[in-house]
C-alpha cells in the first residue's frame, strides 16, 4: 500500500508541480529590457496548479520556486510532505508551449526517449486535471513517457516523465527517499 501511494504521490507531484506561479529577477544593469509576456495557456496552467497543489489536503507543500526560463517555458522546483506517511518528495518540472500541438509532437518525436516506456496516450490516466481546469477540455493528444530510476524497496526512486498536452510539453523529474 505505502509503494502505490508513493508511485501516485510521485507522479502528482510531477504534474502538480508543473507550473504554479511567476517570479521575477532583479537586474542591475543600465539598459532596461522590456518584460517578456507568458504564454496565455502556461499562465492558465500556473493559476490551475497552484489552486490544484494548495486545495490537496493529502500533502504539505514545503517549498516552492517558479522561474519563467522565457515567454514559452517555466521551469518549477518545489518539495511536497505527504501528510499521512511523512514521505517527501521533490521535483522538478519543465513546461514548454509551442505554437501548435504538431510542433510539440515533432519535439516529442525527436526526443531522445531510450529509456522511456509509453505509459498512456489516454488523458483519463492522467492523475491530474490541471490542463482540463485550465483549458475547460481534455487535449485532443496525449502521450505519456515515463522511466523510473532505483526502487521503493531501497528507499529511493525517481519517476522522470515526458508529457505531452496538445501544443504543451512536460518534461519532469520527481524524486522520493523513504
Same mark, same amino acid.
Given at each position: 500500500m505505502v !509503494?502505490k501511494?508513493?508511485?501516485?504521490?510521485?507522479?502528482v507531484?510531477?504534474?502538480?508541480?508543473?507550473?504554479?506561479?511567476? *517570479?521575477?529577477t532583479?537586474?542591475?544593469?543600465?539598459a532596461t529590457t522590456p518584460?517578456? *509576456?507568458?504564454?496565455?495557456?502556461?499562465? !492558465?496552467?500556473?493559476?490551475a496548479? !497552484?489552486?490544484?497543489?494548495?486545495g490537496? /489536503?493529502s500533502? =504539505?507543500?514545503?517549498?516552492?520556486?517558479? =522561474?519563467w526560463?522565457?515567454? &514559452?517555458?517555466v521551469?518549477i522546483?518545489?518539495?511536497v510532505?505527504?501528510t $499521512?506517511?511523512?514521505?517527501t /518528495?521533490?521535483?522538478n %518540472?519543465?513546461?514548454m508551449?509551442?505554437?501548435?500541438?504538431?510542433d +510539440? &509532437?515533432?519535439?516529442?518525436n525527436?526526443?531522445? !526517449?531510450?529509456n522511456? $516506456?509509453?505509459?498512456s496516450?489516454?488523458y483519463a490516466?492522467? @492523475? $491530474?486535471?490541471?490542463?482540463?481546469? +485550465? @483549458?475547460?477540455?481534455a487535449?485532443s493528444?496525449?502521450?505519456?513517457? =515515463?522511466?523510473?530510476?532505483?526502487?521503493?524497496l %531501497?528507499? $529511493?526512486?525517481?519517476?522522470n516523465?515526458?508529457?505531452?498536452?496538445d501544443?504543451?510539453?512536460?518534461?519532469g @523529474? +520527481?524524486? /522520493?527517499?523513504?
Open positions: !509503494k501511494l508513493l508511485v501516485i504521490l510521485v507522479l507531484m510531477i504534474a502538480s508541480l508543473s507550473v504554479c506561479g511567476c *517570479t521575477t532583479t537586474n542591475n544593469n543600465t518584460p517578456t *509576456t507568458h504564454d496565455a495557456l502556461l499562465e !492558465k496552467l500556473v493559476n496548479t !497552484k489552486e490544484e497543489v494548495y490537496n /489536503a500533502y =504539505t507543500v514545503q517549498s516552492w520556486d517558479v =522561474t526560463n522565457n515567454g &514559452t517555458s521551469t522546483l518545489g518539495t510532505e505527504e $499521512s506517511t511523512g514521505i /518528495a521533490a521535483a %518540472s519543465t513546461f508551449s509551442f505554437p501548435t500541438t504538431q +510539440a &509532437t515533432n519535439f516529442l525527436v526526443f531522445n !526517449k531510450t522511456y $516506456s509509453l505509459t496516450t489516454d490516466s492522467d @492523475t $491530474s486535471n490541471i490542463y482540463y481546469n +485550465a @483549458t475547460g477540455h487535449p493528444v496525449y502521450n505519456e513517457y =515515463t522511466y523510473t530510476e532505483g526502487s521503493i %531501497s528507499g $529511493s526512486f525517481k519517476v516523465e515526458l508529457i505531452q498536452f501544443s504543451v510539453i512536460l518534461m @523529474t +520527481a524524486t /522520493a527517499t523513504l
